[in-house]
Structures are given as structure tokens and as C-alpha cells.
């Protein structure tokens, strides 16, 4: 009937077909392509040259491990819902519910493996920073360290800019979907919570994204008060608070649009649009 889609739960769902076009519409363009290739390709080369690959694949790997069971605990509850739905009934399970759980795995998967992808960014420019971090102990002066930040930045800029169309697209998910879920949780009491984990994986693996891309800022904040507290040899600390000045000045951090992304200001888009959907 008219309320089925509201009665079973189905309104949180929607967001996943419409936000795979949408992503699929993104990468479709020649030149967000390029662009991401380029950025991928610069930061394989940077993590070569300042040999840091073995970390960062560590760390990748533990980020692959979360979106894939994100993505089983999916299909599990999709599974199992629809199991439930036609109990009793080969055919309904044969026919519509195993289309439905089918549809779900490959709409949350492309989604899910669309935000790893930029998970792999943002993780890897964060371990850019913790290996400039790092490396700040064997410099020998207050004016490599400045060259080498400004190198950093400039990276940091490009991939961010390089990306800023496919988190936009994944930022619209998460718009269109948080709303949905908080209907179906809140109007509709007699949908299983089952119908509403798949929406609800995928709207946590966005908010991963987001929240790892703003802790990059959150490091480039950290970085002027490492670099104030070395010491390059007596007579140095004016190069050195000059260095300091630089790299507090320079804003350093991830970017979308020109607007710098902090972890305060994630916490509070997603505070006020909970409340906004209310």
C-alpha cells in the first residue's frame, strides 16, 4: 500500500541508489579522475621517498578491515531481515528478498569502497604529517624544516583539492540520509531496526571519512609547538621562531572549497542537522 515503504522501514534506504549515481556521476568526470590519479601517484612517491610505505600500509590495512566488516554487518542485517520477511514463503525469499539483499550489498559496497578510497587519501597524508613530524629530530636547521613544511603544505592542498567533488558527493549522502533514518526510527515504531543498519553503516563509514579528514588539521595545528620545542644549536631561536610563525601562518590542512576542515566543525554539522531533522 501507500505506507509500505514507511511501515517497513525503507524510507532510510533510499539515500544508497541515490547517492551510487550520484558517485558514480562524480568519477565520471575526466578530470576528477586525472586528479585523483595524480594525487595517488604523488603520495606513493612521497611515501617511497621518505620511507614510510611500510607504516602506511599498516595503517591502511586496519582501515580495510573497518570498512569491510561495516559492509558484512550490511549484508548480514539485510540478510537476516529478509530471511525474516519470508519466512515460510520459499518464493518471497527466493524472488524479491534475496533482489533486496542483493541490491543492498552492491549499493552499500560501491559506497563503502568509494569512501575507502578516500580514507586511503587522508590516511596517508596523515601519516605524511606524523613522518614530517618524526623526521624533525634529525634536521640540522630551522630553514630545511620551514622548506620541508612548505612541501608538506603544498601536498596537502593538492590531494585535498584533488578529492573535494567526491567528499562533497559523499557529504550528500550523508545529508539525505541522516533525516531518513532519524523518520524511520522515530515515526515508524513497528520497523525492525534490521531495515535500518544498512543506511545506518554506510552513514558510519562517511562520518570516518570526514571525522579522519578533519584530524588532519587538527595535526597541523600541533606542529608549531613541536617545532618550538627544538633546539638547532645556540643562536638559532630567532630562525626558529621565524619557522614557527611560518607554520602557524600558513593554515595548513585539509581543505574543501577553501574552507578548512576541523573536527569541531564535523561534530557540529552533524549535531545541527540531527536537530535541523527533527
Known amino acids: 500500500g501507500d505506507g509500505c515503504w514507511e511501515k517497513k522501514g525503507f524510507l532510510s534506504q533510499l539515500p544508497m541508489p541515490v547517492g551510487a549515481l550520484l558517485l558514480l556521476a562524480v568519477i565520471s568526470v575526466q578530470s576528477n579522475q586525472a586528479a585523483l590519479e595524480e594525487t595517488l601517484a604523488l603520495l606513493l612517491s612521497v611515501s617511497l621517498a621518505r620511507r614510510y610505505q611500510a607504516w602506511q600500509a599498516r595503517r591502511t590495512l586496519r582501515d580495510k578491515v573497518v570498512f569491510a566488516g561495516i559492509w558484512i554487518c550490511a549484508l548480514l542485517a ?7 520477511l519470508g519466512a515460510g514463503d520459499f518464493e518471497q525469499i527466493a524472488g524479491r528478498g534475496v533482489l ?7 549499493l552499500s559496497g560501491f559506497i563503502l569502497c568509494f569512501a575507502y578510497g578516500m580514507v586511503h587519501v587522508c590516511r596517508s597524508l596523515s601519516i605524511m604529517i606524523d613522518a614530517f613530524c618524526c623526521d624533525l629530530v634529525h634536521q640540522e636547521s630551522a630553514k630545511s624544516v620551514a622548506h620541508i613544511w612548505n612541501m608538506t603544505q603544498a601536498i596537502l592542498r593538492k590531494a585535498s583539492v584533488s578529492i573535494e567533488h567526491c567528499l562533497l558527493a559523499l557529504c550528500f549522502v550523508l545529508v539525505f540520509a541522516v533525516p531518513l533514518l532519524l523518520v524511520d526510527v522515530l515515526y515508524t515504531g513497528s520497523a525492525p531496526i534490521l531495515t535500518m543498519i544498512p543506511a545506518l553503516c554506510v552513514t558510519c563509514g ?5 571525522l579522519l579528514a578533519a584530524t588532519i588539521s587538527e595535526q597541523c595545528t600541533r606542529v608549531p609547538a613541536l617545532v618550538n620545542a627544538l633546539s638547532f644549536g645556540e643562536g638559532t631561536e630567532a630562525a626558529r621562531q621565524q619557522t614557527v610563525d611560518y607554520i602557524s601562518s600558513s593554515a595548513a590542512g585539509f581543505y574543501v572549497f577553501g574552507m578548512r576542515l576541523t573536527t569541531a566543525m564535523v561534530l557540529k554539522f552533524m549535531y545541527i542537522w540531527c536537530i535541523v531533522a527533527l
Open 78 to 84: 539485510s540478510c537476516v531481515w529478509n530471511s525474516l
Open 100 to 106: 533486496h539483499t542483493v541490491a543492498m550489498s552492491i
Open 206 to 210: 562517511i562520518l570516518y571519512v570526514l
